[in-house]
């Protein structure tokens, strides 16, 4: 596998809480991304990074924001959780070859109540 | 955008019988086009791809054919063991960016 850690793997919140979910890559590669995953609707892409401090939006951003200050790090964050954001979500890699495959993390199973 | 639909969403197939999964894709700019494996509780993994200059790529059991013409690609899995049992995502490249456009997955069973 891919060296990619995400944390926490499991995470129960409240609405309205803030919650910061976390990517850590040992690949040194540039891009990387966020996507969630709900019954009926695949994987879709929430924000992604192209280097460090460079990020862009996906196509489901609403209420999620990223940062990334460090190659190997790359963290989501949920403003202000709500139910509509209980889901799985996914971190990615890709090195910076056009075309290449993206690798990606175990997930985090996050339930907003 | 790219828009990519997988078809069938569920297949039941017998042990030892090929399993085929059909995709389709809007862009015609996509050149590659990958394949991802989820098994339960875990993330997708890579198990194929292919590029535009390349109509068929074999790796052991696992097969995937493109069709630029037709817009279409399909995997396909010869001798079937329950461990294929899984979910698998095509995908297809989004021009201009490192971006994908995934499927919404297909889910297999292996019936032994």
């Known amino acids: 596998d891919a060296g990619i850690t995400q944390s926490p793997r499991h995470k129960v919140t409240e609405t309205g809480t803030p919650v910061t979910l976390r990517c850590h890559q040992t690949?040194?590669?540039?891009?990387m991304y966020w996507y969630r995953q709900d019954p009926g609707h695949g994987l879709r892409l929430i924000h992604y990074s192209y280097g460090v401090k460079d990020t862009d939006k996906g196509e489901v951003s609403d209420g999620y924001s990223v940062s990334r200050s460090k190659t190997e790090d790359f963290l989501l964050t949920l403003e202000s959780a709500t139910s509509s954001q209980t889901s799985v979500y996914f971190c990615a890699i890709s090195d910076s070859s056009y075309n290449s495959p993206l690798h990606f993390g175990n997930g985090t199973r996050l339930t907003v109540t | 955008g790219e828009n990519v639909e997988q078809h069938p969403s569920t297949l039941s197939v017998q042990e030892g019988d090929s399993a085929v999964i059909k995709c389709t894709y809007s862009?015609?700019?996509?050149?590659?086009f990958p394949w991802y494996k989820q098994e339960l509780g875990k993330g997708p993994q890579l198990i194929i791809d292919i590029r535009s200059n390349v109509g068929e790529k074999k790796d052991q059991r696992i097969a995937v054919t493109l069709n630029k013409t037709a817009k279409h690609f399909s995997l396909h899995i010869t001798e079937t063991q329950p461990e294929d049992s899984a979910v698998y995502f095509c995908?297809?490249?989004?021009?201009?960016?490192?971006?994908?456009?995934f499927g919404k997955g297909n889910q297999v069973v292996v019936i032994p």
């Open positions: 690949e040194n590669h540039r891009y």
């Open positions: 995908a297809a490249s989004i021009y201009g960016n490192n971006r994908l456009a």
């Open positions: 862009d015609s700019a996509s050149n590659y």
